[in-house]
Nanobody, 115 residues
Framework: VQLVESGGGLVQPGGSLRLSCAAS????????MKWYRQAPGKERDFVAVISNGSGSTNYADIVKGRFTISRDNAKNTVYLQMNSLKPEDTAVYYC?????????WGQGTQVTVSS
């Protein structure tokens, strides 16, 4: 199983970024996918989840209405569209899935929101 994030970078407050997570080594369409983030000196926090099947979604309250998670099962990729970014969104963003009893994380991609 491999999860590879991309799309992070430096953006000004109010700007947008789209993160991608390319998955391999498992049947992507069968599993829910999540995004987490970890700011310096803080714990890793849940951001968003998208289910398999119907693709239903759920978000942390702090990003609700600004972030959108989506998936493309044909490309084995999950996305996180981030709009109206704030300095407090600065963090390393991680892609995550759980297969049976095993947790899998990507290497993370840095998002910095600063003027």
């Amino acid at each position: 199983v491999q999860l590879v994030e991309s799309g992070g970078g430096l953006v000004q407050p109010g700007g947008s970024l789209r993160l991608s997570c390319a998955a391999s080594g498992f049947t992507f369409s069968r599993y829910a996918m999540k995004w987490y983030r970890q700011a310096p000196g803080k714990e890793r926090d849940f951001v968003a989840v998208i289910s398999n099947g119907s693709g239903s979604t759920n978000y942390a309250d702090i990003v609700k209405g600004r972030f959108t998670i989506s998936r493309d099962n044909a490309k084995n990729t999950v996305y996180l569209q981030m709009n109206s970014l704030k300095p407090e969104d600065t963090a390393v963003y991680y892609c995550y899935t759980k297969l049976y009893f095993n947790n899998y994380w990507g290497q993370g991609t840095q998002v910095t929101v600063s003027s």
